[in-house]
């Protein structure tokens, strides 16, 4: 499984970005495609989780400000965030997991991760 991330940069507080992730190799019959980011000095979280039966999970801080949603034909996983804030600022990172998660997934059943693409907040 590969999986290749763009459209990261730097935008001011209020602002949108739209990042992008083409998976490759997967199987896309039965999984879960999701977003984490990490910023400086904290653990890696959980920003938004999406299933192939296109069920969805975000993260609390993110909820009403990002939009995850997926294209199973061009194997595609997208993550519009908007409303940024300066503690949005991280490098997200796109991961896959053969489960189907029906809640919070668990970052340990991710094995598949992309390189990751920065993503700063101005304030």
């Known amino acids: 499984v590969q999986l290749v991330e763009s459209g990261g940069g730097l935008v001011q507080a209020g602002g949108s970005l739209r990042l992008s992730c083409a998976a490759s190799g997967l199987p896309f019959s039965h999984n879960t495609l999701a977003w984490f980011r990490q910023a400086p000095g904290k653990e890696r979280e959980l920003v938004a989780s999406?299933?192939?039966?296109?069920?969805?999970h975000y993260a609390d801080s993110v909820k009403g400000r990002f939009t995850i949603f997926s294209d199973n034909a061009k194997k595609m996983v997208t993550l519009q965030m908007s409303s940024l804030r300066p503690e949005d600022t991280a490098v997200y990172y796109c991961a896959a997991s053969l489960k189907v998660f029906y809640g919070a997934p668990f970052i340990g059943d991710f094995r598949s991760w992309g390189q990751g693409t920065q993503v700063t907040v101005s304030s």
């Open positions: 999406i299933t192939t039966s296109l069920y969805t």
